[in-house]
């Protein structure tokens, strides 16, 4: 290899662990700042910020355990020549 893959190999590298360490920093100032915080009294309190979206119009009149679509394969029934492929076992014709 020559001084100048060397060098590019080496900068690139001195990239990707400065970014390592700036994400680190950040993600463990960011996990301490928000231990810092007040408690919260109850369940309601903290998920206060994350109420549900609203239903699907098309949703609005099922309730949680409706059956929504039942499907019940019919019988194939082969009588009918409707062009079925023969299946070839690997013998002579």
Do not use: C, Q
Not at 18 to 42: C, G, H, N, Q, Y
Request: aromatic share 12%.
């Amino acid at each position: 290899m020559n001084d100048t893959l060397i060098f590019i190999y080496l900068v690139f590298f001195v990239m990707l662990f400065a970014s390592t360490f700036a994400f680190m920093w950040r993600m463990i100032s960011s996990t301490l700042r928000e231990m810092d915080r007040k408690p919260v009294r109850s369940y309601g309190e903290a998920m206060r910020a994350y109420k549900p979206p609203a239903p699907h119009p098309e949703m609005e009149g099922v309730r949680i355990g409706d059956e929504l679509l039942v499907y019940t394969p019919e019988e194939d029934d082969d009588e009918d020549d409707d062009g079925d492929i023969p299946l070839y076992t690997g013998e002579n014709i």
